[in-house]
């Protein structure tokens, strides 16, 4: 092979950018493992400007307020994807937030023990942008038996939906509850029953927003979205028994 050939093809077969990750601010012995599972050799780095917000301390390790905030970005967000690494059930969610939908989530949780969580964001340059903090807690949350179960009647209050729109300056903030126990299969007796799929759709039904749940999200789930517009919504949800439910937004 000639020497112009020999170098096209090391220039083929080499990466098409190289990225400086950084150090990890919150040094974790799972941070590796996960990377390789869901950034696999894509191109990443420990980024400032992916805030994950999260109490010091977790009082109540069943109800963990977790916030990532990717809004600081360069670019177009495609994907969020937040886990907790030292939990036994590690992901929490996997958000695909579209154009009218801002690179922002507030979502309740559930952790087992002190942890690094990380918030890794995709932009449309190809580079994940990982955001870490560092929570502490008790410890128990995710073994805990459900407080739903225990209530009456919470069958028939299944899947409802309680929201309620807040105008902001630029933009609008959601918040909603979602009626169900998002049983993880971690209590003895109770197999996995969780919410693992929802969409944000306008009047038109066009998806604005998709969201993939995991089992580390709490009980009753509250999920927060911020949206450039304000219009009537519908969330449809689906849960890993095959139920479906749907909710109309003013």
Sequence with gaps: MGRVPLLLAMLLCAPAFAVDPGPDPVPSVMWEFYRQQWLMDAPYQFDARVRVIAPPFAEDARQVPLQVDARALPGTVQRILVWAELNPLPKIVDFQPGPQVLPWLAVRIRIEQATA??????????????????????????????????????????????????????????????????????????????????????????????????????????????????????????????????????
Excluded: K
């Excluded at 955001?131 to 807690?137: F, N, P, R, V, W």
């Excluded at 179960?149 to 300056?169: I, K, T």
């Design 117 to 250: 969580l990380r918030a890794a964001v995709l932009t449309d340059d190809g580079i994940w942008h990982v955001g870490s903090t560092l929570i502490d807690a008790a410890g128990g949350g995710c073994t805990a038996p459900s407080v739903v179960r225990s209530e009456a009647g919470w069958e028939e209050r299944l899947g409802q939906v309680l929201g309620a729109r807040f105008p902001r300056e630029d933009f609008s903030r959601l918040r909603l509850e979602v009626s169900h126990p998002m049983d993880n299969g971690l209590v003895g007796g109770v197999p996995e029953f969780y919410i693992e799929h929802a969409e944000l759709r306008d009047a038109q039904g066009q998806v604005l927003a998709t969201l993939e749940l995991f089992p580390a999200v709490s009980e009753n789930p509250n999920l927060s979205f911020d949206l450039r517009r304000a219009e009537a919504l519908r969330l449809s949800l689906r849960d890993n028994n095959g139920n479906t439910f749907d909710a109309a937004i003013d």
